[in-house]
């Protein structure tokens, strides 16, 4: 119980003032509970951070789940994924948060943990893309880039793609990854 208030105490502040900012001390005091006891539970501030992250992901995996029992269609999985994906991320900065921070602070302790999420994303979607070739739904080269292109694309709208551009919803963003993925880029003839 007391670990995951500490958890839950640990996320917020991270997110709210980002992780070089905080003290083990502030979680202590957010949580109710002394610094020992957090040392307790946890090692270091960067071993607490690794427990928040997997939350995270285990919260992400969840969503994925749900929105993949939708369809058996490899497109329109891929599209229901990603909206649901980016609605979980407008509600929770967490992940932007360690983002933006591992590059301005030039952390590697960010950079190995956010190495972690990007290969827990990057094996899920070669998973997806691989059973989408087995059952011949689509016809790739390379399965390897076609994982990081569907990758990168989602991380530029989610993460790059900021206030100085309009606005995207999660539709509008999963309709034209989608779009790029069923059609590419290629000049319909008009017929």
Aim: glycine share 2%.
């Amino acid at each position: 119980m007391k670990q995951e208030q500490i958890l839950k105490a640990a996320k917020e502040l991270f997110t709210k003032y980002g992780f070089k900012k905080v003290s083990m001390d502030e979680i202590a005091s957010e949580t109710g509970v002394t610094k020992k006891t957090v040392y307790s539970y946890f090692s270091s501030k960067e071993e607490l951070l690794k427990d928040v992250i997997k939350e995270e992901l285990q919260s992400i995996r969840k969503i994925i789940d749900k929105a993949e029992k939708q369809s058996n269609d490899f497109f329109v999985n891929i599209q229901s994924v990603i909206c649901s994906v980016i609605r979980y991320k407008n509600e929770s900065d967490f992940f932007k948060m360690l983002i933006k921070e591992s590059e301005m602070f030039n952390n590697e302790k960010l950079k190995d943990n956010l190495k972690i999420i990007d290969s827990e994303i990057k094996d899920y979607i070669k998973s997806k893309v691989e059973k989408a070739v087995n059952n011949k739904e689509i016809v790739v080269k390379d399965v390897n880039i076609i994982t990081f292109l569907i990758y990168k694309m989602y991380i530029a709208l989610i993460i790059d793609w900021n206030e100085d551009n309009a606005k995207l919803d999660e539709k509008d963003i999963a309709d034209n990854v989608l779009q790029i993925l069923k059609y590419g880029i290629k000049r319909k003839e008009v017929e």
